[in-house]
C-alpha cells in the first residue's frame, strides 16, 4: 500500500512539472517566431522578454526559504505551487493578447507584454523551487532519484504532445487562432497542476513536512563563491557558460529562422520543439553507453563539435535554401545538445566527492546566466546585422555562426581543465540519475 501510495504521489508531481512545462511551449516555440516574423518586433526585446525566467531565477533561493519558514493554511509547498502555476497560466493566456499592441500601441503593448511574460517568469520560478522541494521531502534521500527522473521524462513527453497539438490548432495561422491554441495550452496545464495538488501533500504538522525547515538554501553568491574559490571548478563554471550560452542562445531564434529561410507556416515551426524533445530522449539513453565505451570527456567533446557542426548546417541551409538540409542540421544539434549536456553534468559530479547539491545550484546558476547571455547575444547580434545589411537571413545566420565559434572556444576552455583531477573510478550514472540531475539542475 504504502508503495502504490508513493506511485501516484509521483505522477501526481509528474503532472505537476508538466503543467509548468508545457506553458513554456508556446512561449518559446511559437510566439517568439509571431513576434519577429509576422509582427517584426525587435529580435532583442523579444529576446529579452523570454529571459524573463532566468532574470528572476536567483529569486528560487529566496522563495524556497520563505516557503520553508512560512506555511500557509498549513502546507508548505502547495499555496507557492498553485500561485506559481496561476501566474504561469496567466501569462501564457494574456501573452498573445497583449503582444499584438506593440507594433500598434507601443507605448500600451509593451509595458502589458512586460507584465504578461514577467508573470509567467515569476511563476515559473515559484512554482518550480517549491515543487522540487516537495518532491525531495516527499521522497526521501533514496527515492529521490526516481521520483524526479520520473518527473522529467513526462515532462519532456508533455513538451512533445504540447507541440505537436499546437502545431495542428495552428494549421491556419490567424492571430484568433493563435489566442485560442494558448488557452486551451493554459486550460490543460491548470487542470494537470490542479489534479497534481489534490492531496499531494501532507499538513505542516505531519513529521514529514518538518525537514524543510532544516533545509540550508546556498544563494546564488554563496554558490559562486564557493565554486570560484576552486581553481578546477572555476574554470569548469566559465566553460560552462561558454558552452551552454552558445548551445541554448538559439531558442528564440531557430523558429524564426526557418520561417525567413524557408517561409514554413506557424505549423511547421512550431513542431521543432517536438523534434528536440525526441532528441533529447535519445541522447540521454545512449549517453550511458557512450560514456562507457569513450569517456565522458570524449562524449563532451563530441557533443559540442557536434553542437558546432549543427550550427554550420542550419546557417548553410538558408544560404542555400534547402529545408531538408535545415531539419537535418536541427537533428544533429538537438542529438548533440543532448549529449553535451548530461557528459558535462557527469563530468561536473566527477570533480567533486563532497558538496554534491552545491555544485548542481552552480550547474542551475551557469545555466541560467547561459541562457541569459545567449538568448539577449543572439537577439541583438540578429538585430545589428540585419540592420547593418538590410538581410534579415544574414542576422540569423550571423549568430549560428558566434554559437559554432562559441561551441570551439568552449573545446579550448574544456581542454585547459585537467580532466586528471575527475575521478576516473567513479560509478557510471544510470539513465533514471541523469534525467533526475538534468531536471534539478534546470528547474
Known amino acids: 500500500m504504502k508503495s502504490n501510495s508513493m506511485i501516484v504521489k509521483r505522477l501526481q508531481l509528474a503532472l505537476i512539472h508538466v503543467a509548468v512545462a508545457i506553458t513554456l511551449v508556446p512561449i518559446n516555440s511559437t510566439l517568439n517566431r509571431v513576434m519577429i516574423k509576422e509582427l517584426a518586433i525587435s529580435a532583442t526585446l523579444v529576446a529579452i ?127 484568433a487562432a493563435l489566442k485560442t491554441a494558448f488557452e486551451w495550452v493554459g486550460l490543460v496545464a491548470l487542470a494537470l497542476g490542479l489534479v497534481g495538488l489534490v492531496g499531494l501533500e501532507p499538513r505542516s504538522n505531519d513529521p514529514l513536512t518538518q525537514m524543510s525547515s532544516a533545509v540550508r538554501r546556498a544563494s546564488w553568491r554563496e554558490t559562486a563563491q564557493t565554486v570560484l574559490s576552486n581553481p578546477q571548478a572555476r574554470r569548469f563554471f566559465i566553460y560552462m557558460i561558454v558552452l551552454l550560452a552558445a548551445i541554448l542562445g538559439q531558442d528564440v531564434l531557430l523558429e524564426p529562422y526557418a520561417a525567413e529561410a524557408f517561409d514554413l507556416p506557424v505549423e511547421a515551426t512550431t513542431r521543432i520543439t517536438s523534434i528536440w524533445g525526441g532528441c533529447v530522449l535519445v541522447a540521454l539513453l545512449a549517453a550511458g553507453v557512450l560514456e562507457g565505451r569513450l569517456g565522458k570527456r570524449r562524449v563532451a567533446q563530441a557533443g559540442a563539435w557536434g553542437a558546432a557542426a549543427g550550427f554550420v548546417i542550419i546557417a548553410l541551409s538558408g544560404l542555400v535554401g534547402m529545408k531538408t538540409v535545415f531539419y537535418g542540421g536541427v537533428l544533429v544539434l538537438g542529438l548533440a545538445t543532448g549529449l553535451a549536456t548530461v557528459s558535462n553534468l557527469s563530468l561536473m559530479l566527477d570533480m567533486t566527492t563532497t558538496q554534491v547539491g552545491l555544485f548542481i545550484g552552480a550547474w542551475g546558476m551557469a545555466d541560467a546566466l547561459a541562457r541569459l547571455l545567449g538568448t539577449v547575444l ?66
Open 49 to 175: 522578454l523570454a529571459s524573463l525566467p532566468y532574470i528572476f531565477s536567483p529569486a528560487q533561493v529566496l522563495i524556497g526559504a520563505y516557503s520553508d519558514r512560512h506555511p500557509l493554511f498549513g502546507r508548505h509547498r502547495t499555496p507557492y505551487i498553485l500561485t506559481g502555476l496561476l501566474l504561469c497560466v496567466a501569462g501564457v493566456v494574456i501573452a498573445p493578447q497583449v503582444v499584438f499592441l506593440m507594433p500598434e500601441q507601443p507605448m500600451l503593448g509593451l509595458p502589458l507584454s512586460l507584465l504578461a511574460f514577467g508573470a509567467w517568469g515569476m511563476g515559473f520560478n515559484i512554482a518550480s523551487v517549491s515543487y522540487i522541494s516537495l518532491a525531495s521531502e516527499l521522497s526521501g534521500e533514496k527515492g529521490r532519484s526516481r521520483t524526479i527522473s520520473i518527473m522529467w521524462f513526462l515532462m519532456i513527453l508533455g513538451i512533445i504532445l504540447t507541440s505537436i497539438t499546437l502545431s495542428r490548432l495552428l494549421q491556419i495561422y490567424s492571430p
Open 378 to 443: 543572439g537577439g541583438v547580434v540578429r538585430d545589428l546585422v540585419a540592420l547593418g545589411t538590410g538581410v534579415s537571413l544574414l542576422g540569423y545566420v550571423s549568430v549560428f555562426v558566434i554559437e559554432a565559434g562559441l561551441l570551439l572556444i568552449s573545446l579550448v576552455l574544456l581542454n585547459r581543465i585537467d580532466v586528471s583531477r575527475f575521478r576516473s573510478s567513479a560509478e557510471r550514472l544510470s539513465t533514471g540519475d541523469r534525467a533526475a540531475l538534468l531536471n534539478e539542475s534546470s528547474g
